[in-house]
């Protein structure tokens, strides 16, 4: 069995396993599947049905936009593995949090990544990509490749331990195309070509109008 993604974590089960518990909705089930493949969890903010994030707890808060799907802090910090149960029961509705050490990711607004995405799997080239509701994608590349599209507009390029992505099941977040076996994220020098002419045509038609 060869694990793709991870470098030395625990792989009980097989690669198809670990990939299929990714599309469920257990927040343990899938913070450990992540761990599985090498990817380090943290725990995030809560969504709480009718009272929204925990982060907007104090008098002082600004409104949050992304609800139950950020970190706890400015640093994240990643829980041990036998932490996670205990963790994630304690907080019913926290995000599911990971650092981009395995993986840089490139948020764009929902409608552009979901263009860039047809063109890619048009090119067959897989590319692992998140959902936030319908406000942006997170598309997944290689690490340390993502600065090669820090100058697109309308990019944000999050890398290192220092950034973050909120993977599902955190609150509104859904993979639209989730890992594949035996397959790592692409080099970004592989989706610029794509993402670059999704937002030529996103331009022409806003000059359009």
Known sequence: MTITYGSTADTRGNMGDILQVLHGRDTIQCATAYDQLGWPVAIGHRHRTGSGCTCQDSDSATPCVIPGAHPLGEAVKPLGRRDFAAAFESAPGAGVIVPCTHWDGLVVAHAIGMAVMLRADAARLHVPCLTSGHTTA????????????????????????DAWVALPPSYGVRWDTAPAEDQLPPDSAAVRPHLAQVLKLASADRARW
């Open 138 to 161: 997170t598309l997944l590349v290689a690490p340390g490749t993502g600065a090669l599209l820090a100058d697109c507009p309308q990019v944000e390029v999050r890398s290192g331990p």
